[in-house]
C-alpha cells in the first residue's frame, strides 16, 4: 500500500463551516467585545499606574514610565490609617 492512496481528512475549523452572514455577525460581535474590554481595562491600568505615580508628577505630567518619579506613599498613608483595618474587618 502505498502512502499516495491514503486519503488526508483536512479538519476545518469551526469558524470556517459558517456561512458568510454568520462569519460577518460573529466578527462583528467580537470587534465589539474586544471593545468593550479595551474600555473596561484600560481604565483599571491606568489607575493601577496611576497609584504609583506622585501626585504633582501625575497633575502636571501624567502617567510616566520615569520610574525615578514613582513611589508607594500612597500605599503607605492608606495602610497607616486605622479606619481601613476597621472597614477590611467590617468586611469579613
Same mark, same amino acid.
Not at 47 to 67: H, Y
Given at each position: 500500500?502505498?502512502?499516495?492512496?491514503?486519503?488526508?481528512?483536512? +479538519?476545518?475549523?469551526?469558524?470556517?463551516?459558517?456561512?458568510?452572514?454568520?462569519?460577518?455577525? %460573529?466578527?462583528?460581535?467580537? !470587534?465589539?467585545?474586544?471593545?468593550?474590554? %479595551?474600555?473596561?481595562?484600560?481604565? !483599571? !491600568?491606568?489607575?493601577? %499606574?496611576?497609584?504609583?505615580?506622585?501626585?504633582?508628577?501625575?497633575?502636571? +505630567?501624567? !502617567?510616566?514610565?520615569?520610574?525615578?518619579?514613582?513611589?508607594?506613599?500612597?500605599?503607605?498613608?492608606? %495602610?497607616?490609617?486605622?479606619?481601613?483595618?476597621?472597614?477590611?474587618?467590617?468586611?469579613?
Amino acid at each position: 500500500m502505498s502512502v499516495a492512496n491514503i486519503p488526508v481528512n483536512k +479538519k476545518k475549523s469551526e469558524f470556517a463551516k459558517y456561512p458568510a452572514g454568520d462569519k460577518a455577525i %460573529l466578527i462583528t460581535a467580537y !470587534v465589539i467585545l474586544g471593545i468593550f474590554l %479595551l474600555s473596561i481595562i484600560l481604565p !483599571v !491600568v491606568y489607575i493601577i %499606574l496611576a497609584s504609583f505615580i506622585d501626585p504633582i508628577t501625575l497633575q502636571n +505630567k501624567g !502617567v510616566t514610565f520615569d520610574f525615578s518619579k514613582w513611589t508607594t506613599t500612597a500605599y503607605q498613608r492608606v %495602610l497607616s490609617n486605622g479606619m481601613i483595618w476597621v472597614g477590611f474587618k467590617n468586611a469579613m
